[in-house]
């Protein structure tokens, strides 16, 4: 599925999109994803990102990609980086429209000078205590600050001076003058610039006074022709704040924000500050740990962006907040990889099984179709011979009834090859551990000849062992143990201790000699797997994308 085909089913924001355009408010749509480089983008993120790059390609308009970048502290080249990666590989095109919020930070000085000479913003001296207590609460209106009533010739020249440089970070804040006694606090005299001499990953040490996110925000967009800025509830009261700069600054059309909820996934966290604190703390490997939420995470734990893509069309847009399940993002995948992954065999927790009456030294070639349901994918030819490995679980001694596997005496299809039937098994003399099982073969049941569709009691994968390679295989569990982790504070105490298995010793089919990183696989019977970054030519690492079924395997567990 391309950005283009993602179903276009309608919400209230394509609701109020279409009635502008009915009423002629726009001819053009133009939207924006505008993360702050402060960290690594999350799935969370990328539902934004489908939604408005979705919205501009449904309605033929364009979306940009900015970087909110007015605050120095914690933003970083790195971050935007993995952001411009991370919404490229989503499957988005911004064209020639990537910007910089801090590209503006010339013109937004000037607006701030515009909004003083209209006598609507003030330079106040209220120490962060003060401010505060100024500020009132919900039920009781603030107090108007001392200086609120400078002549604007005194805030011009304060404000001058201090982007000068000439007071100390936090001594003088610029306030829009707004309404101190308004039932919404965000309107009660708001900051709109501070002091901090902070360098800035950008612009130096060029300025030591920086815009915050409300007044940078709306004339950013104003500044890009943005008409719809699409952004999460919890901006909802500054909404008004919104609407107030720009009436005072700038003429129509101006944009217009518009909130949707924020999603949540279940077994993990979305807030940037935690997976930093995770990502320093040690917790997970870094931001592209398979385990991460993040679109790094996801793409190298072997999610597909067609998937995540499919996700955020499915989940849709929400004006309350809600808990998504994570296994609804993993169905997705599962669905994807089904369509697209290659077969092939691979074994977990290897048991030998040795076939008495095969001859020794005889090596068959056995037709193997790389897709159950896609001719066009073609087929491929797997070794077999006298000594295979099972996945230890695919024989028990003594298995219930329901048990569609090898038993004592049981009758079962080695996947794409012969019919075997149960006649001995050897164990460790001490532990009594099964260490190897004896079948014999019906040379005349080979898949693929004549007629032959047999079944046994059930069918199983196995790989010869003389060809195997050798693998290490990573399986991955959710990473917190409770749904909603983020509802608590000491989050970190609820990480999942089997949140990863690090199998060794795992083999495959020899076919898999060649698989390169990214390369992605279902072993049959036991789910997908992507070729991590870790493999060399010498060395196989598989990643656990997903197991088959929506029911974590017992192998995992072992
Ligand atoms: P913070 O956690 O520091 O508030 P953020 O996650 O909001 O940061 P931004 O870089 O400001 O990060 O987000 C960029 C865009 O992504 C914003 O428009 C924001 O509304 C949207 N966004 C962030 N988190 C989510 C989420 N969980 N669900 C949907 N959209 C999100
Ligand atoms: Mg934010």
Redesign the pocket.
Request: with cysteine.
């Given at each position: 599925m391309t950005p283009q085909e993602t179903p276009a089913t309608t919400d209230f924001i394509r609701e109020i999109i279409d009635e502008d355009l009915r009423r002629g408010r726009h001819k053009r749509i133009v939207t924006r994803?505008?993360?702050?480089p402060n960290g690594y983008l999350h799935i969370?993120?990328a539902?934004?990102v489908c939604l408005n790059f979705g919205i501009a390609a449904q309605y033929g308009g364009l979306c940009n990609l900015r970087m909110?970048d007015t605050d120095p502290s914690g933003e970083s080249l790195e971050y935007v980086q993995s952001i411009i990666d991370d919404v490229r590989w989503l499957g988005f095109d911004w064209q020639d429209r990537l910007y910089f919020a801090s590209d503006y930070f010339e013109r937004l000085y000037e607006y701030a000078v515009r909004l003083i000479e209209k006598g609507k913003a003030y330079v106040c001296a209220l120490t962060p205590d003060e401010m505060r207590e100024y500020r009132g609460t919900l039920t009781e209106p603030g107090r108007e600050s001392p200086w609120r009533n400078r002549p604007v010739e005194e805030n011009l020249d304060l404000f001058r001076r201090m982007r000068a440089g000439e007071f100390a970070d936090g001594e003088l804040v610029l306030r829009a003058k707004i309404d101190m006694a308004s039932p919404n606090i965000v309107m009660r005299d708001p900051i709109i610039y501070r002091i901090k001499r902070t360098p800035h990953y950008r612009t130096g040490n060029d300025w030591v006074i920086y815009p915050m996110y409300d007044f940078a925000h709306c004339l950013s967009d104003y500044i890009e022709g943005i008409t719809h800025s699409i952004?999460?509830l919890e901006f909802e009261n500054n909404r008004p704040l919104y609407d107030w700069i720009l009436e005072e600054l700038v003429e129509e059309p101006r944009p217009r924000q518009i909130e949707f909820a924020?999603?949540?996934v279940s077994y993990t966290v979305?807030?940037?500050?935690r997976l930093i604190e995770m990502v320093e703390g040690g917790v997970v490997s870094g931001w592209d740990d398979p385990r991460m939420p993040t679109v790094a995470g996801m793409r190298r734990r072997g999610f597909t962006a067609a998937a995540i893509r499919d996700f955020a069309a499915k989940i849709g847009v929400a004006k309350k907040d809600n808990l998504v399940d994570v296994a609804l993002l993993e169905a997705c995948v599962r669905d994807d990889l089904n369509e697209k992954a290659p077969r092939v065999m691979g074994v977990l927790n290897p048991l030998r099984l040795v076939i008495d009456n095969y001859p020794e030294g005889k090596v068959e070639e056995v037709e193997c179709p790389n897709h159950p349901r896609r001719p066009e994918m073609g087929s491929r030819r797997v070794p077999f011979s006298r000594v295979l490995y099972i996945e230890r679980d695919d024989f028990m001694e003594d298995p219930p009834k329901k048990y569609k596997r090898l038993g004592p005496g049981r009758q079962v299809r080695l996947r794409n090859a012969y019919l075997v039937r149960h006649a001995g098994t050897v164990k460790d003399e001490k532990t009594g551990e099964v260490k190897e099982i004896h079948c014999l073969y019906d040379p005349d049941s080979l898949m693929g000849t004549a007629g032959e569709d047999r079944k046994g009691e059930g069918v199983i994968h196995w790989v010869s062992a003389p060809h195997a390679l050798e693998a290490e295989v990573r399986l991955y569990d959710r990473l917190f143990t409770v749904a909603d982790p983020g509802a608590r504070e000491d989050y970190l105490s609820l990480i999942n201790p089997d949140s990863l298995i690090l199998l060794t010793g795992c083999l495959v089919e020899r076919s898999l000699g060649g698989a390169k990183p990214g390369d992605t696989f279902q072993f049959e019977r036991l789910g997908y797997f992507r070729v991590d970054k870790d493999a060399t030519e010498e060395r196989l690492v598989f990643n656990r994308v997903v197991p088959l079924r929506d029911s974590w395997s017992k192998i995992a567990a072992r």
């Open positions: 994803f505008p993360p702050e969370g993120h539902k934004s909110d952004c999460t924020r999603l949540n979305l807030s940037k500050r």
